[in-house]
Structures are given as structure tokens and as C-alpha cells.
């Protein structure tokens, strides 16, 4: 029997997108399509949502949603059923999804995503007349308060839930004085309910409340179990142990393949890695780079998660070692400035693009030699991934799902031909060096630079295992609840 599914999560590409969480809610729909689960997703009414979203239905309206009025809009996006929360006084604004254009976080996200839980969990449990659905799935802490509302629901309007953390550094914390506003009983404000510390957990209650916790990768599922990678929140993981799987997220083949990306100068597959030489080309003309390599790209947020300062450090001896960088991102002001400064400082050898650009990191992984992920804590990463499937070889560090997705390029497997990157260590200025100069010994042997390169592109990455996985997981909640 088809499993109906509300998916909800504050983006989801190619709507709209700030990381990995969006990659993910958009591919999920069509990746568990293929398991007879029928997913629609609920997204804020974001301008840019709102303007991709056409000709749609109202199918519902709160007259006030948390105080605020909203409609419901239904439409088609990509062949996949959408579902948009309009609510101008919340999300018809200029910015980005949870803060404005300088980084600041919109001061009243606490009532914009309790409202879009509220509606959620108000569609999930049957609110809108022709729209049913079996279970909920929560993406992160903006999706946070769903499975709460959920079990405070009165019996018949609830579904069971799943909530998955693509990150435990964002919780989504705010002070008590909000929860008054967000019509839960007073028996939610406890430690098994949505207080946290004195204040209210978005993500701690969807732990708290979900029929299952997934996230994005088997190593970061264990991760979090500690003091290190828990954030505060392991104590919770534990408690709910038997009820935490990691799933690892799939790329999204129709987005992501260099034999048919129209991003790419010349497309190319692992029979044709010769074709990747006009790629390089043309990055070299695109970053004001010399010709001559192995090119290392980085294609991130600039942010401490991601080892950008540790990366900073590094960019000379890099340099020194005959390598070149190119590198999109934005992030903190000071690794931007730092970042640029490193650009200036070696014309033609490191090429730097502050901000966010679709287009050209498809063409960074498909003409990039290598992609650098120095991450601190990685719960899966999809870069990496990306340049699996580019033959652009990953080398990252050796923590959350780049542990499971890249397999170190040591004397064994190079030998069995399994390997297809590079892991690193600890984070640190050494082990990022020793990182990159392995690798450029690396790249020079040309024979087992593309064995390397074709074992990362045969690697399985879709979404085929992985949304058998979440399907499997919504038949078990089922048959449990
Ligand atoms: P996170 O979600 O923690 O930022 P992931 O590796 O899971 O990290 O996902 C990041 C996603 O965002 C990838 O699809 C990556 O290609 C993309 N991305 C990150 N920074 C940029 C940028 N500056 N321009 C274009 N795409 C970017």
C-alpha cells in the first residue's frame, strides 16, 4: 500500500537553497517514489517559492496562524506535488530564508517557523479536506516543532513522525517568553517536551517527540551520541537510542552528472576523463589562473564547521607544493577577507569567488582535480560526493559521513583499486598539509590518479539505496504506531 508522506523543510532545491538540507528535501520525493511512498512537500511562502510555484490552488486559510494570516497553496514543482505556507507578515520578505543579506538572523524566526510547524502538523493530521497523509517527516530545527505539535494533537488529528538532523550545530534555541505564543499545552513546557534549558528547543523537541530520529550518515548517527558532535543534545540521542538510524544521503543523478550537466564546458564520463581537460580550461580563464596543476577547488560555506581557517593557514604551503586553488564561497567576513587576501597575494596560482553560485561549482567539480574538505564535523557533506561522480578526487577530513563515503587512498586500497580519495586526520595546519602533499604525489602518478578517479565515479551515490532505506523506515513507524 502507497505511503503518504508530508516532507517539511524550511528549502529545498531547486527552490530555494543554502546548503545540503536542500539537496536533500529535494531529491527525497523522487528518490523514495521508486519504494510506493508518494512524498509531497511543505515549504515556506518565500518570494522565490512563491514566484516558481505558478499557478496554484489555495486549498486552505488560517485566519490566524499564531496570530498571523495564512493560506495554504498547492501546486506542481518538477513533477513532484508542493505544498507552500503563504504568510507575507512572515516570509514575504527580501533576504535570505532565516536571516537578512548581512547575516543577521531575522529577529522573529522563533514565531515564523513555530507558524510553519503549526500549519504542518495542522496538514499532516487531515486539517485540509483532500489532502491525507499516513506520517510526517521533519527536516531540521525549522521542522522542529512538528512532532511536538503532532503528539499534543488531539486524538485523530495525528500522524506518526520522523525527524532527521542534517546538522546538531543549528537547534534552533529560543527564550521562554515565546512559548505562550505557540499554543502548546502547559504539559509540553517540561523536560520531556519542548523545554530546553530555560528556554524552547525547536530540534531538542523533535527529538523529544518523533516516532524515529534519522540522520544523514551512520558514522555522524554515532557521532552524536557524544559530548563532542552532540552539542548538548547527546544525552537525548542516547535516551532514544534504539530510535536513531543514520541514512546517507543519495546525490540527485538528474542534477549531478558530468555526462549530461549543461554547466559543463564539455561533458564527459570515467571512459572519457580526457574531456575534463577543456573544463580545466575553462576554470583557469574563469579563476585568472596559470595552466599547470593538480587544482585543488573548495566549494563551502567559509565557516569554522568547515576547517576554512585551518584551510586559510595552509594556502601557502599549497602553493608551495606546485598546487592551485580555486575556491567559491561566503561565509564569516574575516575568512572572506582572508581568503581574498590569499588570491592577491598569488596571482595566477589561488583563485577566489566570495559567494554563492550554482552554476560554477558544477563547473569547479568538472574541471577541478581535486576537492578539499577540511570539515571539523561533517554529518554526511555532499561535495564530496559531487566530486565523486566528477572524478574531481575528495580530500577530506576523516569525521562524520566523509569517513563514509571516501574510501583513503592507502597502500591496500590502492592496491585492490577500491580507493577514491583522500582522509586526513585531525584538522590541523600538519594534517592538512601532509593531505595535500600526498595528494599531489598522487596526482602525478597519472596511472593511479585515474584509477582513483574512475573507482569515485562507479561508486553508487544515487538515491536508490538510501530511498529504500527511508521508505523502509516509514513502513516500520507505521507498523509500530
Ligand atoms: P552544508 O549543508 O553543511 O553547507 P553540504 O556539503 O551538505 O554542506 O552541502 C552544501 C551544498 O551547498 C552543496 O550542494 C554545495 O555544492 C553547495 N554550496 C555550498 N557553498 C556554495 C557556493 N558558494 N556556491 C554554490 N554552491 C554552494
Same mark, same amino acid.
Do not use: K
Given at each position: 500500500m502507497t505511503i503518504r508522506v508530508l516532507s517539511i523543510a524550511s528549502e529545498a532545491a531547486p527552490l530555494v537553497k543554502t546548503g545540503g538540507l536542500a539537496d536533500v528535501a529535494g531529491a527525497l520525493p523522487n528518490a523514495v517514489a521508486?519504494?510506493?511512498? !508518494?512524498?509531497?512537500?511543505?515549504? #515556506?511562502?518565500?518570494?522565490?517559492? %512563491?514566484?516558481? @510555484?505558478? /499557478? *496554484? =490552488?489555495?486549498?486552505?486559510?488560517?485566519?490566524?496562524?499564531?496570530?498571523?494570516?495564512?493560506?495554504?497553496?498547492?501546486?506542481?514543482?518538477?513533477?513532484?506535488?508542493?505544498?507552500?505556507?503563504?504568510?507575507?507578515?512572515?516570509?514575504?520578505?527580501?533576504?535570505?530564508?532565516?536571516?537578512?543579506?548581512?547575516?543577521?538572523?531575522?529577529?522573529?524566526?522563533?514565531?515564523?517557523?513555530?507558524?510553519?510547524?503549526?500549519a504542518a502538523a495542522d496538514v499532516a493530521g487531515g486539517a485540509v479536506r483532500g489532502l491525507r497523509f499516513d506520517l510526517a517527516h521533519a527536516h531540521d530545527w525549522q521542522a522542529g516543532l512538528v512532532p511536538a505539535y503532532l503528539r499534543y494533537a488531539p486524538a485523530g488529528k495525528s500522524v506518526p513522525s520522523v525527524m532527521t538532523i542534517h546538522?546538531? !550545530?543549528?537547534?534552533?534555541?529560543? #527564550?521562554?517568553?515565546?512559548?505562550? %505564543?505557540?499554543? @502548546?499545552? /502547559? *504539559? =509540553?513546557?517540561?523536560?520531556?517536551?519542548?523545554?530546553?534549558?530555560?528556554g524552547v528547543g525547536y530540534l531538542k523537541a523533535g527529538l523529544e517527540a518523533a516516532s524515529a530520529i534519522t540522520t544523514v550518515s551512520p558514522t555522524y548517527a554515532r557521532e552524536i551520541r557524544s559530548g563532542e558532535f552532540g552539542m548538548g543534545l547527546e544525552g537525548l540521542i542516547r535516551a532514544r537510542d534504539g530510535h536513531v538510524r543514520g541514512i546517507v544521503n543519495g546525490i540527485d543523478t538528474r542534477e549531478w552528472n558530468p555526462a549530461t550537466d549543461p554547466a559543463l564546458a564539455s561533458r564527459f564520463s570515467a571512459r572519457s576523463l580526457n574531456r575534463r581537460a577543456a573544463n580545466r580550461a575553462a576554470l583557469n580563464a574563469e579563476f585568472a589562473l596559470d595552466d599547470g596543476g593538480p587544482l585543488f577547488v573548495v566549494i563551502s560555506r567559509l565557516t569554522w564547521q568547515k576547517g576554512m581557517d585551518v584551510l586559510l593557514s595552509a594556502i601557502d604551503h599549497l602553493v608551495g607544493c606546485g598546487a592551485q586553488l580555486a575556491l567559491l564561497g561566503s561565509g564569516d567576513k574575516a575568512l572572506e577577507a582572508g581568503f581574498a587576501a590569499a588570491a592577491?597575494?598569488?596571482?595566477?596560482?589561488?583563485?577566489?569567488?566570495?559567494?554563492?553560485?550554482?552554476?560554477?561549482s558544477h563547473r569547479m567539480q568538472g574541471g577541478g582535480d581535486a576537492i578539499l574538505v577540511p570539515s571539523r564535523f561533517e554529518p554526511c557533506g555532499l561535495t564530496q560526493l559531487y566530486g565523486l561522480a566528477y572524478g574531481c578526487v575528495p580530500v577530506v577530513a576523516r569525521t562524520g559521513g566523509l569517513v563514509d563515503t571516501v574510501i583513503d587512498a592507502n597502500l591496500a586500497s590502492l592496491a585492490a583499486g577500491a580507493a577514491t580519495g583522500v582522509q586526513f586526520n585531525a584538522v590541523t595546519y600538519g594534517a592538512l598539509t601532509d593531505a595535500i602533499e600526498r595528494t599531489v604525489a598522487l596526482f602525478a602518478d597519472h596511472a593511479a590518479w585515474t584509477a582513483i578517479q574512475r573507482a569515485g565515479m562507479k561508486a553508487d551515490f544515487s538515491w536508490g539505496r538510501s530511498g529504500k532505506a527511508y521508505a523502509d523506515l516509514y513502513g516500520q513507524v507505521l507498523e509500530a504506531a
Open positions: 521508486a519504494h510506493d511512498v !508518494a512524498m509531497t512537500t511543505l515549504l #515556506p511562502g518565500y518570494p522565490a517559492v %512563491l514566484a516558481r @510555484l505558478g /499557478d *496554484a =490552488a489555495q486549498v486552505h486559510v488560517w485566519p490566524s496562524l499564531l496570530g498571523e494570516g495564512a493560506r495554504l497553496l498547492a501546486g506542481m514543482v518538477g513533477g513532484q506535488p508542493l505544498l507552500v505556507l503563504d504568510a507575507p507578515a512572515l516570509f514575504a520578505r527580501d533576504g535570505g530564508p532565516y536571516g537578512d543579506g548581512n547575516g543577521r538572523d531575522w529577529p522573529d524566526n522563533g514565531l515564523r517557523f513555530a507558524a510553519f510547524a503549526r546538522n546538531m !550545530a543549528f537547534q534552533g534555541f529560543f #527564550p521562554a517568553a515565546l512559548f505562550p %505564543l505557540l499554543g @502548546l499545552p /502547559d *504539559a =509540553a513546557w517540561s523536560i520531556s517536551g519542548v523545554e530546553y534549558h530555560g592577491a597575494r598569488h596571482r595566477g596560482r589561488v583563485g577566489v569567488r566570495i559567494g554563492y553560485d550554482e552554476a560554477a
